[in-house]
């Protein structure tokens, strides 16, 4: 007799540590049995975090969006001869970070193009800059691709980048860059960026130095559920050699205003069941992660709240600001009020808790 779906689920449940098959057979289903997987997430997160629902009062700076990569999935990075293009100075950063500080953020994420001309030197100053002018903020930022380009534009190992990051006031990686770990699609979808090896190398070193770091996916593009599955296997790997990752976020493609999609190379990003599904099946599969963000500001605070019921436990940040999401065609990107957040866990009857970074309950 064949293994049921539902044998499956409850298998898992019970302790079954998810296969990389397995979980491209979840990601696949089309039918009732999805909202079978989101239960089963469900009961699991329940069991795991209780009914708590987070978020961390946070603010975007973006710094630059003069890019080296241009990436087809993006709609935010620009040439440096674009007429869109900026570029702030060390004043301007400063007086967005004291903004910040008004606003009673716990992190500020620098989240910006990698620009062609910047050295390990250049992320220092930002970090430091940041640093004085929000002391105790966690300053959340530089990819495993920035900490490769810093590294390479300043003749150091990346193991130096970080330590120097660290120095100058980095709080936590982001862990973004990842989008699918799989070099076949990367060499579609974002073919100037570092490779999988790579990516996986400057992540694990950096935990190995006790910098902790999110974990990412951008799914919806041209990847198979088999390379959302590789993706995720990678990522698990990870979490069982260092503990290092915070929280999982998924994060739903964006098409509209992107070279991949006007080139006809990706569908108009992924639909609702996938993002239900991306939730449930993280929460399922990543049995080392305590957490699973819902990115409101990719799908939507309705489909946010359908995720929280898949699985998710945490709503991301406040942002006050997000033009990566805006640029690609995301609206309502920019701000997610508190009370609007504690509106919708009420209405899941959870109770809505500010978080830290690095998931301390404020
Ligand atoms: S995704 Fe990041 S690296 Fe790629 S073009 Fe956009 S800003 Fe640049």
């Known amino acids: 007799m064949p293994y049921s779906l539902h044998n499956l689920l409850d298998d898992t449940l019970a302790g079954h540590?998810?296969?990389?098959?397995?979980?491209?057979?979840l990601l696949s289903t089309r039918d009732r049995d999805a909202l079978a997987i989101a239960a089963a997430a469900d009961e699991l997160r329940e069991r795991k975090?209780?009914?708590?629902?987070?978020?961390?009062?946070?603010?975007?700076?973006h710094v630059t969006n003069i890019c080296k990569n241009l990436c087809g999935f993006c709609g935010f990075g620009r040439r440096a001869d674009d007429p869109e293009a900026f570029c702030d100075g060390m004043d301007a950063i400063r007086e967005k970070a004291r903004t910040a500080v008004a606003r009673n953020v716990t992190?500020?994420?620098l989240l910006s193009g990698v620009h062609p001309d910047y050295t390990l030197d250049s992320y220092v100053d930002l970090i430091s800059s940041v640093r004085a002018a929000a002391p105790g903020v966690d300053i959340h930022t530089a990819s495993p691709e920035e900490i490769a380009w810093a590294a390479e534009r300043s003749g150091v190992p990346t193991a130096t980048v970080i330590k120097r990051l660290r120095e100058a006031g980095l709080g936590t990686l982001q862990g973004t860059?990842?989008?699918?770990?799989?070099?076949?699609i990367r060499r579609v979808i974002c073919p100037n960026k570092c490779?999988?090896?790579?990516?996986?190398?400057i992540i694990k070193e950096a935990h190995t130095l006790g910098v902790r770091s999110t974990a990412t996916i951008m799914y919806g593009s041209c990847e198979s559920e088999a390379d959302r599955?590789?993706?995720?296997?990678?990522?698990?790997?990870?979490?069982?050699?260092t503990s290092g990752f915070t929280e999982f976020v998924p994060l739903s493609f964006i098409h509209e205003k992107t070279a991949l999609y006007r080139a006809g190379l990706a569908p108009a990003g992924a639909t609702g069941r996938e993002d239900i599904l991306m939730a449930a099946v993280a929460r399922l599969f990543l049995d080392n992660f305590d957490h699973i963000q819902v990115c409101w500001g990719k799908v939507g605070t309705k489909m946010a709240e359908a995720a929280l019921l898949s699985g998710a436990d945490d709503f991301?940040?406040?942002?006050?600001?997000?033009?990566?999401?805006?640029?690609?065609?995301?609206?309502?990107?920019?701000?997610?009020?508190?009370?609007?957040?504690?509106?919708?866990?009420?209405?899941l009857g959870r109770t809505l808790r500010q978080r830290t970074t690095t998931y301390e309950l404020v």
């Open 107 to 109: 992190e500020i994420c």
């Open 316 to 347: 991301g940040g406040t942002m006050f600001c997000d033009d990566v999401s805006t640029d690609a065609g995301g609206e309502g990107a920019d701000y997610f009020d508190p009370a609007e957040m504690q509106r919708i866990a009420g209405d």
């Open 229 to 241: 599955a590789r993706h995720l296997a990678i990522l698990r790997e990870i979490q069982d050699d």
């Open 17 to 25: 540590r998810l296969t990389e098959e397995e979980a491209v057979r």
């Open 195 to 201: 490779d999988t090896a790579t990516w996986v190398r």
């Open 177 to 184: 860059a990842a989008e699918i770990l799989v070099d076949e």
């Open 49 to 61: 975090v209780g009914n708590v629902v987070t978020y961390v009062r946070n603010q975007n700076i």
